[in-house]
């Protein structure tokens, strides 16, 4: 059975720091490029970060450009978002996606979907 299995997701003031996990199972880890999304209620989804397990290549969308840092650590099947200098507008469900190749990540093309996990910035 394929898991995707988000943690992190907490309560944190504006400026502030999470890091949310992303712990894999039952495909092949390194055969996959794994990333982040998030939603907003009533709003779509959108990528945020995507990383090639393989050669650790990564990508950031706009939201996401010097303040969040996509990382990987295959003997945990593990990817990680460090995400830094919060704001309110960050405040959203956040996805973990599996995808066979970057463009599908980045554009939500995904072969598989976590549960997510919330994070609510707020003062």
């Known amino acids: 059975e394929v898991q995707l299995v988000e943690s992190g997701g907490d309560l944190v003031q504006p400026g502030g720091s999470l890091r949310l996990s992303c712990e894999a199972s039952?495909?092949?880890?390194?055969?996959?490029?794994v990333g982040w999304f998030r939603q907003v209620p009533g709003k779509d989804r959108e990528g945020v970060a995507c990383?090639?397990?393989?050669?650790?290549?990564?990508y950031y969308a706009d939201i996401a450009k010097g303040r969040f840092t996509i990382s990987k650590d295959n003997a945990k099947n593990t990817v990680y978002l460090q995400m830094n200098s919060l704001k309110p507008e960050d405040t959203a469900v956040y996805y973990c996606?599996?995808?066979?190749?970057?463009?599908?990540?980045?554009?939500?093309?995904?072969?598989?979907w976590g549960k997510g996990t919330l994070v609510n910035v707020s003062s």
């Open positions: 996606v599996a995808a066979v190749e970057r463009a599908k990540c980045s554009t939500g093309d995904v072969e598989y």
């Open positions: 039952g495909f092949v880890f390194i055969e996959y490029v």
């Open positions: 990383i090639s397990t393989g050669d650790g290549a990564s």
